[in-house]
């Protein structure tokens, strides 16, 4: 018996002119009627795309489906959703981006959903939060291979404990060929954004490769400590991560002060003394001010604190922040040299083991660093 595949695209044009298409008005208006497709029945119908069709959809009918991608404008009422993942027990493949619910807001589920067959989610809130991240925290995915989620969830969604267990399986079966991973915080005046993404093998990925890409966004202040915690949280759940490169960019850099509403001499620090503790941090990537390392350095070596966190380091990569790129001068209180700061991590892991003493510390953009040649090395 053959299986069939529905896809369906409307150019940007069409989309720009507009269609009478049932639509619903918001999260928490009307639906009205859902477009009628295949008279509501799947048949031998085994794989649906849409892709910028701006219509209201109920894929109640199609559970027998083995996968699913939704691309721009569909709307779908949130609870036929779940009521649809629960019955589409032989569902492979997931992928919604920038979809739209509407009906009801979106909550988690009490009662998990299960989707025992699926290898592969990709859940992305490219634009704005539509709830995508309420639907991860509802769904349990063992047999998952390629995760990619990139959301705009809620701080109480971030707090949740079962969280990080929804993405185990993905974390572990990428993590198990030993490749380890990068942990990536960004921030600029209005937003931050934390990744967690498995590392490729060779720099190429495969096309079966087990891999996740993990991004949260969002205005919260908290939103680096909280991804901080998922990840740990994470690493209980499924077990030793491997080695991390931690990519820091500009976010201690204290070079953007007029930050999440403060004032502009104000530096709004987005990770702590102990934002890797338990973590094998194996590589730092930051971005830095010339002169102004004092909060890198506390993130490594905590000022109440003579402990050095970061026992499995090897490289410290610095690149500089050309000045036109600044929004502020950072604070006095951030004020430290590069050779101040050389010489406290090098008295730190001259104290450690003979096996981390062999620290390597590489500055990009050399001409931009005011500092002698003699501590260039």
């Known amino acids: 018996m053959t299986d069939f595949q529905l896809s369906l695209t409307m150019s940007d044009t069409a989309l720009e002119a507009g269609l ?9 208006g009307e639906t009205g009627n859902p477009m009628d497709i295949l008279g509501g029945e799947a048949g031998n119908l085994k794989r649906v795309f849409f892709n910028k ?31 649809f993942l629960r019955h589409a027990s ?55 291979q ?50 967690w993404s498995s590392r490729d093998e060779g720099g190429v990925w495969q096309s079966e490769q087990p891999r996740f890409h993990i991004s949260f966004r969002g205005t919260d202040v908290g939103l680096a400590s909280l991804f901080s915690n998922f990840v740990k949280g994470l690493q209980m759940s499924a077990g030793d991560v491997g080695e991390i490169v931690a990519d820091v960019v500009d976010s201690v850099s ?22 890797f503790e338990g973590l094998k941090v194996v590589e730092v ?18 000022r109440e604190s003579e402990d050095w966190r970061l026992k499995g380091l090897k490289t410290i990569r610095l690149s500089a922040i050309p000045e036109e790129r ?38 990009r953009c050399p001409s931009l660093w005011r500092v002698p040649s003699r501590s260039r090395q």
């Open 20 to 28: 009478s298409l049932p639509l619903g008005d918001d999260l928490s």
């Open 53 to 83: 069709i701006p219509c209201f959809w109920d894929p109640s009918p199609f559970a027998a489906i083995v996968e699913l991608g939704l691309t721009k404008a569909i709307h779908l009422r949130y609870t036929d959703f779940i009521d």
């Open 90 to 144: 032989d569902l492979q493949t997931l992928r919604l981006v920038n979809i739209k619910f509407v009906g009801g807001v979106p909550q988690v589920v009490e009662d998990t959903v299960s989707l025992p067959h699926l290898t592969e989610l990709v859940l992305a809130e490219l634009t704005e939060p539509i709830g995508l991240g309420h639907l991860y925290a509802s769904l349990e995915t063992p047999a998952c």
């Open 146 to 195: 390629i995760l990619h989620v990139d959301l705009h969830p809620p701080v109480a969604v971030l707090r949740l404990a079962a969280l990080p267990a929804r993405a185990a399986p993905g974390v572990q079966k990428a993590l198990a060929g030993g490749n380890g991973s990068i942990l990536a915080f960004h921030r600029n005046t209005s937003t931050q954004s934390a990744s």
């Open 254 to 275: 204290g070079a953007i002060d007029a930050a999440f509403g403060h004032g502009l001499d104000a530096i709004v620090p987005t990770l702590f003394s102990d934002s």
């Open 285 to 302: 990537r930051a971005d830095a001010v010339d002169g102004y390392f004092q909060l890198l350095k506390e993130i490594m070596v905590p």
């Open 326 to 363: 600044l929004e502020t001068i950072p604070h006095e209180s951030a004020r430290c040299c590069l050779e101040e700061f050389i010489s406290h991590i090098h008295q730190k892991v001259t104290a450690l083991s003979v096996t981390n003493r062999y620290l390597r510390m590489e500055l």
